[in-house]
């Protein structure tokens, strides 16, 4: 079966937008998204533990990291 395409020489661009409106999530609300749905059912999403864990242990390293050390000469 040979199928004919359409070359209408139309560009289209889509963006962050596009995939909003057909219900999946942006990279903002993702780990929201994720955490959602890992703690509806965790043996299914059990996989998603490995995000929070490293998502946590940076969130460590930030806080200490920004911690106001005073150095002593």
Known sequence: M???FNNDKNVYILGAGFSKELGLPLQDDF???AKEVYFKDPSQ???FKRVFD???SLSKMK???SYPYK???
Do not use: C, G, M
């Open 2 to 4: 040979i199928t004919e």
């Open 31 to 33: 780990l929201l998204v």
């Open 45 to 47: 999403y059990n996989h």
């Open 54 to 56: 490293y998502q946590n």
């Open 63 to 65: 806080n200490f990291l």
């Open 71 to 73: 150095l002593k000469n």
